[in-house]
């Protein structure tokens, strides 16, 4: 008998079944994405550090905030004054190296974000959602990352009067000698009652009240705006709303609950029950968020929504003037017809209908008033439960607009700016007029390009160094109060508010800014008294506080006046929030500048994205397939670090910018986005983006020499879209850093998806269902059957029922994320990094695949290619595939999968170690000794989902802000500085180059509650007045963490309830509901108590064909297509059909 010897079916040459992708060259199958697949490193792992000609410049990118981390220019880090008492009379809620809690909130445009914020000895060090809080449900990138700007050295540090440093009452006598009539007050646009209170007292003595920011919210200058609930929405129409990314008008995980078919229990009667499940309809240009959780998507130019949205009202009597024309509507799906149109149009409005008070409309805060009457109206008709309109104080504020007039007419002369956009660099034309006011003052967290405009320029407080108050998404009254006092002596927007008003800086008692919270908080309240104080305080929001509704103004008819349509030479621009700087405010934070964009997965810039036909038309598409491609067939060092696309010039009438391009699948055709922020400041003479002035610097090391300055494209006229726009190919590129290709598993149906209808021919739904663990490879591949007992794991069975003290009976650990709630929004990947100490590697290093996150957020495209009938290809009378159309293939569906170590029970990295650093543990974990570590790497090569990472440089310990210091290894200079690495998790370890690391479960979360429960038994055996060692107690019982109590920092980040954790023993547990507890580790465990739990049939294993038995799984995504709309057959089958 001859030895079998089994492999995994090696990739046709020529795909013959639905296209699935991550980049362009995957798509296209270039030889740079094959090279990469036969290789299980990027570029250059093979060489040392000194070996590599890295540039100091890029490098010191490292700096910025994570260099803050290493003490430099800190001054000893301090308590809030009311914490601060001497440590021989220690108060009882403060032991050493156990962490603090307290309720805060982090302000926002649409509502603040409830927090818990935990501390160690008065240092903030992470951020999670406050779950006792109405909304309070996760949280974002943006706010996970602000941690990391509390300590960041960019910040501002000293009160500056002409350049030079003044002082605090310097800046009071100052803000005394201002005649309020002639002063203007620009805030920003989140809503904070107290903020509100001070300012319309201004006004009321002649100040000018006015609110910016540059991408924000039009409607909140009517002093109204919309709350929805999405968890009452059975039908949801998006107009151009990106409500799950940066265009939050309600709350998100509202929406999941209902992709879960409104059970978040995954039991079997429950789990995604079609008939319960919401469907979104997502009219856009450019991919978001939301729209790639749509169960049907139209990609349309900016103008077209109006058209959309005028078309769908018009099918519930609103007026909205002449339809278009037959030609117009054809154009919305190239290769078809305007029947396709009418067809998408008419079924859209009828499931509307058929939904009546359960349906919504919703447009972007973008788009044009049109638009939004249009939903009103449409929103109207339907009686939409879900929608209602809400007062708010903000309709006191003017617009910049505004302030701009008051300043030609004389009618201001003095202008305090504490708005946190940068108006001078974003606001279009401003600086001009700016200029005329005679004594202008800036309030900021940094020196930027308005700051040295100004006379005056005041450091800020970070939000978690101040008190104040804010309103969140659904109105309720949320307290924010600080961890720490600042740092470098910055002052709250209330307490400047408090000084202008007549009052005193804080002079060691308690703030100013607090008493002026107290007094709102008696207002709204009612009661002001300690304890009241203390529990609101404690709880962080006072209950039933929520917005005033108010009616819905009535609109019957809407005039809809439509630019020409879009062509190549006459292409129609649009602006866009970025992912990792926002709007501009971020641009010196390296943890959300190194997480790739959810879309393009471009890092450390910015740049222009076209649709690929667009790209084909303007002659780009074959110079950005070679984006990447090598210059010979083996993969050789620089690979990555050489990656360069090609550069573009836009003209925007009289306005020019030069940027580099990239292919975005699912944009409009004749449509361009721009990502806004980028370009503050560089000094590498590239032409898009401003001059760095060493003498007034706008920005740090992190900041300096990223993407390039698109708000030179924009009008004040029209802030968000650009028509009859002109793109030429400059000849030149520019050197990009994309993650789309790193760390790429071998393997077909990763992230698999179903649909609920059957329009495909591929069964029902619960038929598919059924068929969720047999898609891609595992379809066909013969069971892993061996006549042996595998040996040298702690899961054999054998060796389980002789050993099991080598197994913990009371905890098994598993995790299963639910591709059906993901939006790829990079919540998990920051907090991560904030949780377990993760470093920057800087631009350079990621191009080579050196990023360290442990947490890789892939995204895949899939369009089906070819025509499917029945689950078998259309063929024509030749014998040959018929293709789809255009309006099909160039229109795909976008799933998001986060990936990170999958804790295999068989775990091949184990078996490899020369020196047992990766070993499990009786929990189930595959751990890491550090210690241990001596950096073979074959770990992260025998790895199947490339979830190691490992530490080229010594990242966290050297200083990479001196020159060659990295390259100095054990030699190099530490500069430690004046104060410990403020914001590292004490309880992490800090990884040193040569070491390898990856996800441990939050491992240090998992210990405490086990000694928490442990000490609570010894508690009360101590009540008892016994020994704990003489009580007798049932393991099993008394020393499992209750149910559902751990959260991991991935999971309680997730603004959507993404991913369930937790014990697999505990048969209560959601975890297991979610994936069941058939592990044959589990049934050893259990024993005679064990009894199946299947979990919900959308669980599958990742790569289960090489038999590593993951603790990991994921549930399949379910589209919820409507059957009479024209591409329902199309949906949901991007995985079904791979084999």
């Known amino acids: 008998m001859s030895k079998r010897v089994w492999n995994p079916p090696v990739a046709p040459q020529e795909s013959d079944s639905v296209t699935a992708w991550r980049s362009v060259g995957e798509k296209e199958g270039s030889l740079n994405f094959r090279n990469l697949l036969e290789r299980e490193f990027p570029a250059g792992d093979t060489l040392s550090e000194e070996e590599q000609n890295v540039s100091r410049r890029n490098f010191t990118k490292l700096m910025g905030a994570s260099t803050a981390l290493a003490g430099l220019g800190l001054a000893a880090c301090r308590r809030p004054e009311s914490y601060i008492v001497p440590y021989k009379k220690a108060p009882e809620w403060i032991i050493p190296g156990k962490p603090l809690f307290y309720a805060s909130a982090h302000p926002q445009v649409g509502g603040a974000l409830p927090l818990v914020v935990t501390t160690y000895e008065g240092r903030p060090t992470k951020i999670e959602t406050n779950t006792d809080h109405p909304d309070g449900n996760g949280t974002d990138a943006f706010t996970q990352a602000s941690v990391l700007d509390l300590y960041s050295p960019a910040r501002s540090q000293k009160v500056i009067k002409g350049g030079k440093v003044a002082t605090k009452g310097e800046l009071k006598d100052a803000l005394a000698a201002l005649d309020l009539s002639k002063t203007a007050l620009v805030f920003g646009e989140d809503d904070s009652p107290t903020r509100n209170r001070l300012a319309k007292q201004f006004a009321e003595r002649g100040a000018t009240l006015i609110s910016y920011e540059p991408l924000s919210p039009k409607s909140h200058k009517k002093g109204t705006t919309q709350v929805i609930d999405f968890a009452g929405a059975d039908r949801i129409l998006s107009l151009d709303c990106d409500f799950l990314g940066n265009d939050t008008v309600g709350n998100g995980c509202a929406f999941s609950l209902r992709r879960q078919g409104g059970n978040e229990s995954y039991d079997q009667e429950g789990d995604v029950d079609p008939e319960k499940m919401n469907r979104l309809y997502q009219v856009e240009t450019q991919f978001s968020l939301t729209g790639g959780m749509a169960d049907h998507r139209l990609r349309v130019a900016p103008s077209r929504v109006a058209m959309v949205a005028a078309e769908i009202a018009r099918s519930f009597g609103v007026s909205v003037g002449n339809p278009p024309d037959e030609e117009e509507k054809a154009a919305l799906f190239p290769g078809g017809s305007a029947d396709l149109f009418d067809q998408w149009i008419g079924s859209c409005a009828a499931d509307l209908t058929l939904a009546g008070s359960g349906a919504l409309v919703v447009a972007g805060s973008r788009q044009t008033k049109e638009v939004h009457d249009l939903a009103a109206a449409i929103n109207a008709k339907l009686g939409a439960a879900a929608v209602k309109t809400v007062k708010t104080d903000l309709g006191q504020y003017g617009s910049l607009a505004d302030l701009s007039a008051k300043l030609e007419g004389g009618d201001v002369e003095n202008v305090i700016l504490m708005t946190p956009a940068d108006p001078v660099f974003d606001a279009d034309g401003f600086a001009e007029v700016f200029g005329k006011a005679e004594t202008t003052i800036h309030w900021g967290l940094r020196n930027n390009a308005t700051a040295w405009a100004c006379d005056w320029h005041v450091p800020a407080a970070h939000y978690l160094e101040s008190w104040g108050d804010a309103r969140s998404k659904t109105g309720v009254y949320t307290l924010i109060q600080p961890m720490i006092l600042p740092l470098y002596g910055g002052v709250s927007e209330l307490e400047l508010l408090h000084v202008l008003g007549g009052g005193e800086f804080a002079k060691g008692d308690f703030s100013p800014a607090m008493g002026e919270v107290k007094t709102t908080f008696a207002e709204l309240n009612g009661k002001s008294d300690t304890e009241t104080w203390g529990e609101a305080l404690r709880d962080g929001f006072v209950a039933d506080t929520s917005y005033e509704s108010v009616e819905t103004p009535s609109v019957d008819s809407v005039d809809v006046q439509l630019p020409g349509a879009p062509s190549v030479t006459a292409l129609e621009l649009v602006f866009s929030t970025d992912a990792s700087v926002y709007d501009g405010r971020y641009i010196e934070n390296a943890w959300l500048q190194e997480a790739p964009d959810p879309i393009t997965k471009l890092t450390w810039d910015n740049a222009a994205q076209v649709s690929p036909k667009t790209a084909k038309d303007l002659g780009l598409y074959d110079k950005i397939i070679k984006l990447e491609t090598k210059t010979a067939e083996e993969a050789h060092i620089g690979e990555g670090e050489n990656a360069r696309a090609p550069m573009i010039t836009i003209e925007v009438g009289k306005r020019k910018l030069t940027v580099p391009v990239l292919i975005a699948f699912g944009h409009a055709d004749n449509s361009l986005t721009l990502p806004v922020g980028y370009g503050q400041a560089a000094d590498d003479d590239r032409a898009g983006a401003n001059k760095l002035d060493p003498d007034a610097a706008v920005v740090g090391h992190v900041g300096v020499n990223t993407g390039f300055n698109t708000y030179v494209l924009r009008s004040a006229e029209a802030p968000y879209f650009a028509t009859g726009v002109k793109v030429s190919e400059t000849g030149e590129t520019y050197k990009v850093a994309l993650t789309q290709e790193h760390h790429s598993m071998y393997g077909r149906a990763l992230a698999r998806e179903i649909s609920t209808d059957d329009a495909s021919g591929k069964g029902d739904y619960k038929t598919q269902l059924e068929k969720v663990k047999k898609q891609g490879i595992d379809s066909h591949v013969p069971p892993n059957i061996s006549l042996y007992d595998p040996k040298g794991g702690i899961w054999s069975k054998s060796d389980m029922a002789k050993k099991t003290h080598l197994s913990d009976e009371v905890h098994q650990w598993g995790m299963a994320i639910d591709l059906n709630t993901c939006t790829g929004c990079n919540a998990c990947l920051i907090a991560c990094q904030a949780e377990n100490n993760i470093p920057v590697v800087g631009k350079d290093q990621v191009a080579m695949g050196r990023e360290m996150h442990w947490v890789r957020m892939d995204r895949y495209f899939a369009s089906q290619e070819y025509e499917y009938s029945g689950g078998h290809k259309v063929k024509d009378k030749e014998g040959n595939k018929i293709t789809n159309p255009d309006w099909v293939t160039q229109n795909p569906e976008s799933i998001p999968q986060p990936v990170s170590c999958v804790q295999c029970e068989m775990a091949p990295c184990e078996t490899v170690c020369p020196v047992n650093a990766t070993v499990h543990t009786e929990d189930g974990i595959n751990s890491m000794a550090y210690n241990r570590c001596i950096g073979t790497r074959y770990c992260a090569n025998n790895c199947p989902y490339k979830a190691r990472r490992f530490n080229f440089f010594d990242y966290n310990k050297r200083n990479p802000v001196i020159k060659g210091n990295l390259y100095k290894g054990p030699f190099g200079e530490k500069q430690v500085g004046e104060a410990p690495h403020l914001q590292r998790n004490p309880n992490v370890s800090v990884r040193m180059r040569g070491v390898m690391e990856k996800c441990t479960y939050c491992v240090q979360r998992l210990e405490s509650a086990k000694i928490k429960q442990k000490q609570q038994h010894k508690q009360k055996a101590a009540r008892a007045g016994l020994h704990s060692a003489k009580v007798e107690i049932d393991p099993k019982k008394d020393l499992r963490v209750p149910t559902d109590s751990?959260?991991?920092?991935?999971?309680?980040?997730?603004?959507?309830?993404?991913?369930?954790?937790?014990?697999?023993?505990?048969?209560?547990?959601?975890?297991?509901?979610?994936?069941?507890?058939?592990?044959?580790?589990?049934?050893?465990?259990?024993?005679?108590?064990?009894?199946?739990?299947?979990?919900?049939?959308?669980?599958?294993?990742?790569?289960?064909?090489?038999?590593?038995?993951?603790?990991?799984?994921?549930?399949?995504?379910?589209?919820?297509?409507?059957?009479?709309?024209?591409?329902?057959k199309f949906l949901g089958q991007a995985t079904i059909n791979i084999h």
């Open 1046 to 1128: 751990i959260q991991v920092a991935c999971q309680s980040a997730c603004p959507n309830g993404g991913i369930s954790f937790g014990n697999l023993l505990d048969d209560d547990s959601q975890v297991v509901r979610a994936k069941g507890n058939e592990l044959d580790s589990i049934k050893i465990l259990k024993g005679d108590n064990y009894k199946k739990i299947e979990g919900s049939k959308r669980n599958y294993d990742l790569l289960n064909y090489v038999n590593t038995r993951p603790r990991t799984s994921y549930l399949a995504r379910v589209k919820n297509p409507n059957s009479k709309m024209p591409d329902a």
